[in-house]
């Protein structure tokens, strides 16, 4: 099961009380106060974890707490410090804050750490307040209390390509043949229904260890922004992306130039970032088409794109092209991400 967005409840530990305490050794009969120190609380830490791919863990414990730091001990003792708690977490989460929406993490990085919520201190012992003039201080501070709050975890897919499309139009079917994933592939609307990811190789050149992620986002529809269909629950997984390619279907019942312009709009309806991204256009399945109507999609404009690939995920046409594309469009657009830094 593929679970991408859940609420959790986090709290941190109490610090542990300050203890009053007195010397009472058979040789200090007057001694002072040796009242410690109480611990501090746990931390509340989230890790980024390579070898968790959803949020489905936390489908079953929905409740991490710290532990809550012990008071202190005669002798001056420092109390124990209370437990961090260790939430691991898929690369690519996004941690909110689940009532206002401040984003308190954003976990990209394989092993990458945030506290997200810190322990309270330990309240100082009666020894930390003595004086020349309150030699003999009968007080101590209370450990001070731990933080808690509700946050809101949401998945957000580490992939360079992005294929976006309508139902339908091959998606699956093209990730399955230019890399090992092996996703639900039918014919009928709404097969894939959560994000597959796959890793594409360009093995004729090892020695510059060509390769990107490719990830397969459930199909558009119309009104997708909205929450129609699939598209509102899968499209914050293509916000990473670097590259966009729209994968459309010559035998849809709107022209392939309707199918862009309509994906292209609930892209940028939903975050219009998506619209500055790089793309690259194909149409799918010329295994099915005539020399004419090939002929046909290849003169198609879309409003001074790119030149558009005619492929096909079945036969294999124009894959490996395909690929280079990808590759070299990647490496453009990194090329410019940094000379903007």
């Not at 003792?77 to 401040?102: F, H, M, S, Y």
């Not at 997708?224 to 699939?230: I, Q």
Request: glycine residues 12%; hydrophobic residues 40%.
């Amino acid at each position: 099961m593929f679970i991408d967005t859940v609420v959790i409840y986090i709290a941190s530990g109490n610090g542990g009380d300050g203890r009053v305490s007195f010397r009472r050794e058979k040789f200090a009969p007057k001694g002072g106060p040796d009242g410690g120190n109480g611990g501090k609380g746990g931390d509340v830490i989230v890790v980024a974890d390579p070898h968790m791919s959803t949020l489905l863990d936390f489908r079953y414990r929905q409740h991490y707490r710290a532990g809550h730091g012990q008071a202190g001990g005669t002798s001056n003792w420092t109390g124990k410090q209370g437990n961090d708690v260790v939430i691991r977490v898929p690369c690519g989460t996004l941690v909110r804050d689940a009532e206002t929406g401040e984003v308190l993490a954003d976990l990209t990085v394989a092993g990458q750490e945030v506290t997200l919520m810190r322990g309270g201190k330990g309240g100082r012992g009666n020894a930390a307040f003595a004086t020349a003039i309150n030699q003999a201080p009968r007080y101590a501070e209370p450990g001070q209390q731990g933080q808690e709050r509700k946050v809101k975890l949401e998945l957000k897919l580490i992939a360079d390509v992005g294929l976006v499309g309508f139902p339908n139009a091959g998606k699956s079917t093209l990730i399955a043949a230019l890399s090992a994933a092996r996703p639900k592939i039918a014919d009928y609307p709404f097969t894939t229904l959560v994000p597959n990811l796959g890793v594409v190789s360009l093995s004729d050149d090892p020695s510059r260890n060509a390769h990107f992620c490719i990830a397969d986002i459930p199909g558009i529809i119309e009104g997708a922004h909205e929450g129609r269909g699939l598209g509102l629950q899968f499209l914050r997984h293509i916000e990473r992306t670097q590259v966009l390619v729209f994968l459309l279907d010559p035998l849809a019942e709107i022209s392939v130039q309707e199918q862009f312009s309509l994906l292209r709009r609930e892209l940028t309806l939903y975050n219009s970032a998506l619209d500055t991204k790089e793309r690259i256009i194909c149409i799918n399945k010329a295994d099915v088409l005539t020399n004419k109507e090939r002929r046909v999609f290849s003169n198609v404009q879309f409003d001074g794109e790119k030149p558009v690939y005619i492929i096909s995920g079945v036969s294999g046409e124009r894959l490996d092209e395909l690929k280079y594309a990808m590759w070299n469009t990647l490496a453009a657009s990194r090329a410019m991400a940094c000379a903007q830094l």
